[in-house]
Every structure is written in C-alpha cells, then in structure tokens.
C-alpha cells in the first residue's frame, strides 16, 4: 500500500449515497402529499358536484309531486285541516332527508313570517305588488305603504309614481313621475313601463320619490327598521298597531314592506289558504281574523299562483341550494320562470 493510497478520502460514496437517499425521500414525500391533496380536492369536488344533482332531484321530484297533487288540489296541505294529514305525510317521506345515491335531499321553505313547510311555497301567499299597481288599486296600496309611513301625501306619491312605473301610457298621475322625470335623477335612471321582473325595482320608485321631495321616505320602508326580527318586544308593538291599524299613531318600529310582496305569483289576488296573518291583516283590516278562524275548518277563499321550490342537497359535508319559480299548468309539468342556485 503506497503512502498516497493512505490518504485517499473514505465514506464520500456512503455520504453521497446518503444524500441521494435523503432528496428522494424528500422528493416522494411531497410528491405523496401532492397526490393526497390533489385526491382530497377531488373528492370535495366530487362531493360538491354531488350536492348539487341532489338539491335538482328534489326540485324535479317536487315538480313531479306537484302534478301529482294539482289532480287533487292539495298543493298546499295545512297541518291544521285533518283532510290535507295524508298529504302532508307523505310530503314527510319523500321530502325530508330523502335519501339517494351518497346523500340525500329535503325541499322545505320558510317565508318572510317565519312560515315553515315542506314541499313548494305559494308565492300567492304574499302580495303582488306589481299587479296591484298595474289593476290601479289605489286603496290597497295606501294600506300597504302605511305600514311603515303616516304622511298621506308621501304615500300618495309613491302610489303614483309605482303606478306611472308599471303602466304602458307616458301620462304621469296627478303626484307620478314618468321616464322625462327618471331621466333627469343623479345617474339618470329608466323605467320599464311594464310589469316589475324584480320585486328590488320597487328601491327605484323609493329613488323618485326622494326626488320629487328630498327626505321624505327611505329604504327603511323597504327592508324595515333595525332590530325588528331580533325583538320580540318591537314585534308585539307592530303587531298591537296592526290590530287598531292607526296610521296616525305608527309603531317605533315595522318590518318594513320587502317581506309582504312579490311580483312572480302571476295573480294580484292573495291566496287566503296560505297567506300568513300580517298579510291578511293588509290585504283584509276589517275580516283578517274571521279568515284565520274559517281556515282552521276549511278551505277558504284563494287558488295558487306560482309556486317557490326551495331544495337542499348534502353529500357528506357539503350541501347546495337550488331553487326553481314555477308554474303549474294544469295536466302538464309546470313551466320554469326563474331559477337561483348556490
């Protein structure tokens, strides 16, 4: 052995070995990682996808179910009438927590009132505020707008201008606006002079009348004054006020006219079967409560519109909403007019 053989270098190949081991061990460890992410994204996605194909077969299922129950007339059962208890079981078994595939589906609503049911909601249950201004109802829309306001004149010229919004003609009523009038706001606005497509348009005529006479009404007269939903106390003084309806004596707080209207139920008439009591309360001041005591024995007066089917998908732990606006058409399936996802 020469003296230059000695000193060579020893164990560079294991510490080179070593390294080599240790970079692809690093290297098939983030790539596992990647694999499981990517694997775990998919699986959401999947689960997602899922969801959503669940909440539309419950709408299709409740379309079904609607043409079904439209021969007997029991779109709409009420747990108060023991002739709609059969119905209302079976909305029980194939719309609550139905289950299919992976997961399953519930179609159930709960309106503006706190109305809770399962299976499709009569949009006729609230008020079609478009249609009340295009058949003129003056009256009817005065009580509506006094549920928030006193001023007559204030209410007098939203009545107008909602009318002059909806109406085909370019003659403004006495206290209206036309589009001359719209044109001339801060942006300029237009309107249709049609039939409302969103009840939100409803916020434009709100604009006018500002308008026409700066800080006489605000958007608490659409979404309500704070605090009403979450007090109970707030809600007893509307209700209280409802029941002398005083417009000169309006309540500290209202719900505002937002949950009281609609402009899908393709009808100005309120179903009184499935209108909830503060509706009834505007639509009928002098009769509500003889309304209210008759449906608990019968059917009353009142036919459903279009109807609001509202359903959920779950697939594990993800969940989507679909709901459908439809129409029911007699012997066949009803026509689709609005549809919303999330």
Partial sequence: MTVRDCQRPRGVVLVMVCFILFFLITLTTAYVYSIQTELRLARNYVDDIKAYYLAKAGIYRCIAEMKRESLSGKLNPRADLPEDAET??????????????????????????????????DEASLINISAWAESKS?????????????????????????????????FPELSGAEYTDYEKMDPPRSIPNAPMQDVNEFLTIIDMVNYLDPGSVDYSLWYGTPGYDTNEWMQEIWHDYMEEVNPANPPECHPGIRRFVTVNSRTSQVNYNTAAEDVLRVVQPDSWENI??????????????????????????????????VYPTGSDYPSLLKSYEE
Avoid: H
Avoid at 98 to 114: I, M, R
Avoid at 140 to 147: A, E, N, W, Y
Avoid at 297 to 321: D, T, W
């Fill in 138 to 170: 003056y009256e009817s829309l005065k009580q509506l707008f006094r549920i928030a306001l006193v001023d007559e004149e204030t209410i007098n010229k939203l009545v107008d201008c909602l009318i002059d919004y909806v109406d085909s003609d370019d």
């Fill in 292 to 325: 209210i005591n008759q449906r608990k024995v019968e059917k009353v007066q009142g036919s459903s519109g279009a109807m609001r089917i509202r359903s959920y998908g779950r697939c594990n732990n993800y969940s989507r909403m679909v709901e459908w606006l």
């Fill in 88 to 121: 209302l079981k079976r909305f029980e078994e194939i719309f609550l927590c139905y289950p299919l595939g992976d997961g399953n589906f519930t179609v159930k609503y709960q309106d503006e009132f706190g109305q809770k049911g399962l299976g499709p909601m």
